[in-house]
């Protein structure tokens, strides 16, 4: 299977596509054997690896100072306890730029109102995931959506360079 994976990544390298290969939290906990040899031979191959859904539950924090990922997606847990209590934003905004100075992209995931753009907006959140955007779209309405005011293709902003929270986009 391994072997069929990089010869995936390296035909679409030559193709000018960077693979991007998400792991959830819970599969990498359950992956003990060879999962950083697996995720950092991907890396060498040229592919983007995710940890998806970090803290939804077997999350430690010292596991994430070595894991050979290049993203850490946060998960959407986080962002509903910043609009429940100060203490949430104040332990979101630390986990953030702990991540961060560990090397990581970050993405915050499961983002859906204006409030929760604000929030992240402020704390220094990067680039988010969610409802906010749309919900999961067929292939055409995608496309329709590329072509709204709301997501202009290719002239995404980040919530810290944005103006106004409806007019950026991360590919």
């Known amino acids: 299977m391994m ?28 992956m003990k054997q060879n999962r950083n ?44 306890s910043c609009l429940e209590t100060d203490r949430g934003i104040y332990f979101l905004k630390h986990l953030i730029d702990m991540i961060r100075n560990l090397g990581y992209q970050i993405i915050c995931e499961g983002v859906e109102t204006d409030e ?8 220094g959140c990067d680039e988010i995931q969610g409802y906010w955007y749309s919900k999961p779209l067929s292939m055409e309405d995608y496309k329709e959506l590329l072509q709204s005011e709301k997501i ?8 810290k360079q944005a103006k106004s929270p409806k007019i950026y986009f991360r590919q």
Do not use: H
């Open 37 to 80: 040899n697996i995720l950092e031979s991907l890396q060498k191959k040229g592919a983007v690896t995710l940890l998806d859904d970090f803290g939804s539950g077997y999350s430690v924090l010292n596991t994430i100072v070595d894991i050979p990922v290049d993203v850490i997606k946060i998960d959407r847990g986080f962002i509903t």
């Open 3 to 30: 072997k069929w994976i990089e010869e995936n990544v390296e035909s679409s390298q030559k193709l000018g596509i960077k693979s991007r290969f998400e792991i959830t939290e819970t599969s990498f906990e359950a």
């Open 116 to 123: 929760q753009i604000e929030i992240l907006r402020q704390i």
């Open 152 to 159: 202009s293709k290719g002239g995404g902003k980040t919530p």
